[in-house]
């Protein structure tokens, strides 16, 4: 297979998320011109210089089509098109986005996620009456994971409070962040006690239903330099995804320790970004931690740490913000919460303040390479996304 | 001959203690337990339990039609007989019929499986499910006897048979209780319970002297007579007037599981032939407006026997009983509250097209690599990825829990919760997802490596319609 990737061909000029939480004052439309028009102020640009959107949106009642973004910009008839790609829609909207423009066909691209989850009620992501088949099981999104962690505990022998570190760290990083949904530190035994949702899993060690939009405005490095950023965009360094079964219980002899689609997209994304060692060569990461134990699994499918290591090292404080290597140094999706479609975007936005060193919540130290990963379905759909500074 | 070939039963997990009935409403006790469906249980999937015990080691291929006996049916148009039929993987080219709305259609079946063996060279083989799930109004006396469960009866044409089937005979008559009205009783009803008692006496025993006369026999010659009964007193009031000997009329079975409808008469059977001897006298009756008695021959012991050791019956079900512990417990099983239940999407479309899948647990073997696989919407290989080159495969309903979650949200709703998601690795390949059913505390007893039995189970109601699919269980014993 010929690769040419899609290193070095794209820069970020301009980004902006919304304040995540409950949102019950703004529609999906209102959140999404938010962020897009946010992105656009940060990169000096009226939104009539768009050539043309992508927008990462997951549920139906979200909105269908590009039409989210025209009822909510009022581009004149430019195209839009919707990206559904289960958790990383949203990085997928950018992916396309990035084409769009590295191709020559646009110079100028909107990359944007949304989701409007509030309005459908709090417990539990909606939608599972009305999708999916008509008898075979139909787990909640923490049991799908939970299957995960019931197999990690039995074979690594972690523990609850494993778990439970993940969920400790993330909201103490989430706590200095201003956009995050909870910004509440919290304890051990908080996490451990807390009533359970899916076994092993409790309320802490699961995301929270959430509303957000995030946006990011692209275009090509040589274009790069007559905007405001021109001194500190960011460039793509890699850009990859990888789909596997949307029902892993089926899949005979699968292990349910390792998420067979991170490892491939993050292979693909190191080979394409020139990285050999992610542990020393990347300074800081966003990953979908949807529940403690994903992130848990996420650190070791990206080769941050040994197969079977991750909850030991992340006592250690290697994935501290100020350790080795810093993973959701955000808050991650614990503190931000997951409006399904728009977080790609967000934890992209994140990546470029991030290296631009104007990071809202904690600044990671002489950050040079970050990398975002989104993992959607039941473990099915990863994308990776490596991101450097200008050189 | 035509006789038995066959037969078996099931029994739910479910216990009930009738001191609790007693208890809550400060009644006078009646000694013993009853059978107790649960919540995702009804005729329909005892009927495939029983089914499935009954053709152990027998190919569901070779039989020629499925009779089904209810007084509680899933649909009131719609033909349970041939989905029960599609689940236990028999042939489409098969006689099936649904006997309902009497307590003797159990019998009645049998009489119509024999006739219909003796007018047909083509059908050899009719199996009988007799199965009920009869709602008692709360506070009557009926909750203490009406109970839950299903029974089988293989009836064959064959040289050899475990026991042949002599003669019956019938009388319809009709009775003015007890009743239920299509649409607007949820709950049986009767104007007067010793007359009740009169009409049942009546016809059980006017059929059972008769078969005994048209064949010459004997009170003393009989060694057993199984009939249906729905309380010990009048029961022994029927035997006493038949002149039965000690141990002749079968009793004791209302006693430890209550009064299991239409599968009353071949549950009575079944225990009868516990201790079978040769040339043994049977008699098997049915009352319900009306009765039928079947005078049966044991013709080999050692086959009988032999029936008994390789099926779950009613003994192997009754060992894995557990009692229930409120009566609360019992209501929310039996859908005696009201409130909303979980549902999902419905598709006529779907539920056809992957039959296979769905209720015959049929998966795929790739013929390049030789991995067997579930469900059939999968058009490649999960292994080698090759494409469409599937044998279709039939899979064992036992394996082993590989990782399980125990799932709190179900559809956004907390109804009997939490609800375990298994893996499980089947034993001789294939990997499915399913959800266990009748677990005690799941947060301690679902383990991986755990064994499980699957069985076959109502999921939803969504579209108005009956959904089913298989559901797992610790295992009750199924060979």
């Known amino acids: 297979m010929v690769r040419h990737g899609i290193a070095n061909k794209v820069a970020i000029i301009g980004c902006e998320m919304t304040k995540y939480g409950e949102r019950f004052d703004k529609d999906q439309y209102g959140l999404l011109s938010e962020a897009a028009l946010g992105a656009c102020k940060d990169a000096g640009i009226p939104k009539d210089d768009i050539d043309a959107a992508w927008v990462g949106v997951f549920y139906y009642f979200t909105g269908l089509s590009g039409t989210t973004v025209e009822d909510a910009l009022r581009l004149n008839g430019k195209p839009i098109t919707r990206c559904e790609n289960y958790c990383a829609s949203g990085m997928d909207a950018f992916r396309n986005a990035c084409f769009g423009v ?47 962690a019931t197999r990690s505990f039995h074979v690594w022998g972690w523990t609850k409070e494993d778990l439970a570190r993940v969920a400790v760290k993330n909201h103490e990083n989430g706590f200095y962040h201003p956009k995050a949904h909870f910004r509440t530190k919290i304890g051990i035994e908080d996490v451990v006690k807390a009533p359970m949702i899916a076994d092993p899993l409790g309320r ?172 959607g379905g039941a473990y099915s759909v990863c994308s990776v996304s490596i991101l450097g500074k200008k050189d | 001959m035509i006789g038995i070939k066959a037969y078996g039963a099931y029994l739910p997990k479910n216990l009930l203690p009738r001191e609790i009935i007693a208890k809550m409403w400060d009644f006078p006790v009646v000694p013993g337990t009853k059978s107790v469906a649960s919540i995702d249980e009804d005729s329909l999937t005892m009927a495939v339990e029983a089914g499935l015990d009954c053709l152990t080691g027998i ?45 003797k259609s159990g019998t009645s079946a049998v009489c119509r499986a024999v006739d219909s063996i003796k007018a047909n060279k083509d059908i050899k083989r009719i199996l009988v499910i007799a199965s009920d799930t009869r709602q008692p109004e709360p506070a009557t006396f009926w909750e203490y006897g009406f109970s839950d469960g299903a029974a089988a009866i293989l009836v064959a044409e064959e040289e050899s048979l475990p026991l042949s089937i002599e003669d019956y005979y019938s009388v319809a008559t009709n009775v003015t209780g007890p009743w239920k009205r299509t649409g607007t009783d949820k709950f049986i009803r009767t104007f007067e319970v010793k007359m009740d008692s009169q009409f ?92 039928d008695a079947i005078y049966m021959k044991v013709q080999d012991r050692k086959q009988v026997r032999e029936l008994t050791k390789t099926r779950m019956g009613l003994s192997e079900h009754q060992k894995t009983m557990i009692p229930m512990k409120n009566y609360g417990m019992y209501i929310e ?10 549902t999902r999407k419905s598709s006529a479309t779907i539920l056809w097209r992957e039959t296979a899948s769905i209720y015959q647990m ?48 179900v559809g956004g709703s907390y109804y009997n919760t939490p609800v375990p998601r298994c893996v499980i690795d089947l034993e001789e390949g294939g990997r499915i997802l399913c959800d266990m059913t009748e677990i005690e505390k799941p947060e301690e007893n679902v383990k991986i490596g755990m064994d499980v039995e699957l069985t076959f189970r109502l999921m939803h109601e969504g579209a108005e319609f009956k959904n089913y699919y298989w559901k797992c269980r610790p295992p009750r014993g199924r060979i």
Not at chain 1, 212 to 231: F, N
Not at chain 2, 333 to 342: A, G, Q, S, V
């Open chain 2, 362 to 409: 049929y998966g795929l073997k790739c013929r390049k690599c030789g991995l067997v696989q579930y469900p059939s919407m999968f058009k490649a290989c999960h292994q080698c990825r090759a494409d469409n080159e599937f044998d279709k495969i039939k899979l064992k309903l036992k394996g082993k829990i590989f990782t399980f979650s125990l799932d709190h949200l």
């Open chain 2, 59 to 103: 190919d569901p291929k070779t039989i020629d039609g499925l009779f089904f006996a209810t007084t509680t049916q899933v649909y009131t148009e719609k033909d349970s007989a041939s989905l029960i039929a599609t689940v236990l993987d028999m042939r489409d080219n098969i006689i099936t019929a649904d006997f309902t709305d009497s307590l």
């Open chain 2, 200 to 291: 049942y006496s009546n016809n059980v025993m006017r059929v059972i002297t008769e078969i005994m006369k048209r064949n010459n026999l004997k009170p003393e010659e009989i060694d057993s007579v199984a009939y249906y009964y729905n309380d010990p007193r009048s029961h022994q009031r029927v035997a006493k007037k038949l002149k039965l000997g000690q141990g002749v009329a079968q009793n004791g079975l209302f006693f430890q599981i209550g009064d299991l409808g239409t599968a009353m008469p071949f549950a009575l059977l079944i225990s009868a032939l516990k201790r079978p001897k040769d040339d043994a006298k049977v008699i098997l009756a049915g009352v319900g407006d009306g009765a």
């Open chain 1, 204 to 375: 802490f060690d699961c995301c929270a239903m959430s509303d957000g939009a995030a946006a990011l405005i692209i275009t090509r490095p040589e274009l790069a330099e007559s905007y405001v950023h021109s001194k500190d965009y960011v460039i793509v360094k890699a850009n990859e995804i990888s789909v596997f079964t949307m029902a892993p219980w089926y899949w005979p002899g699968y292990n349910f320790i390792s998420f067979p689609a991170t490892v491939k997209a993050s292979e693909m994304a190191y080979k394409e970004a020139g990285i050999t060692n992610p542990r020393t060569q990347v300074d800081l990461a966003e990953v979908h931690d949807c529940f403690t134990i994903t992130e848990l699994l996420n650190c070791q499918d990206l080769k941050f740490c040994e197969m079977g290591k991750a909850a030991e090292e992340l006592k250690n404080g290697t994935f501290n913000y100020d350790g080795e290597i810093a993973v959701n140094p955000s808050g991650g999706l614990k503190s931000f919460g997951h409006p399904i479609g728009s977080t790609g975007c967000r934890m992209l936005v994140e990546l470029t303040k991030q290296l631009q060193g104007r990071a809202e919540g904690r600044q990671v130290k002489d950050a040079k390479i970050g990398l975002a990963h989104n993992l």
């Open chain 1, 102 to 148: 590295a191709s020559g066909a646009y110079d100028i691209g909107l990359a944007c996620g949304v989701e409007k989850l509030m309005d459908e009620g709090g417990s539990g992501l909606p939608g599972f009456k009305i999708f999916g088949h008509p008898v075979y099981p139909m787990p909640s999104a923490p049991a799908m994971f939970s299957m995960a």
């Open chain 2, 333 to 342: 099983n039996k859908r005696l509250l009201e409130k909303d239940r979980y």
